[in-house]
């Protein structure tokens, strides 16, 4: 439980037009995986979309194993 609050935390912390990198489930489908790229929208339950070179993604955030920030 501790390892959800903390990216519960580490989400409500990131904004829009943040550079992240993310990992998501591999059952999502969703390739490259990990992800890189800048957040153009979020909502209040964690889910965003990301900006990357396969265009714009959207992530869901039940479906994170990590997420770091990285420098823009």
């Known amino acids: 439980m501790a390892i959800f609050e903390s990216l519960v935390n580490s989400l409500k912390l990131l904004a829009v037009g943040d550079?992240?990198?993310v990992t998501v489930r591999?059952?999502?489908g969703l390739f490259p995986n990990p992800l890189d790229?800048?957040?153009?929208?979020?909502?209040?339950s964690?889910?965003?979309?990301?900006?990357s070179e396969r265009g714009i993604v959207q992530v869901k955030a039940g479906d994170i194993?990590?997420?770091?920030?990285?420098p823009a």
């Open 19 to 21: 550079r992240v990198k």
């Open 46 to 51: 964690g889910n965003f979309s990301i900006k």
């Open 26 to 28: 591999p059952e999502t």
């Open 65 to 70: 194993l990590s997420i770091s920030k990285l």
């Open 37 to 44: 790229g800048h957040i153009t929208h979020k909502d209040d």
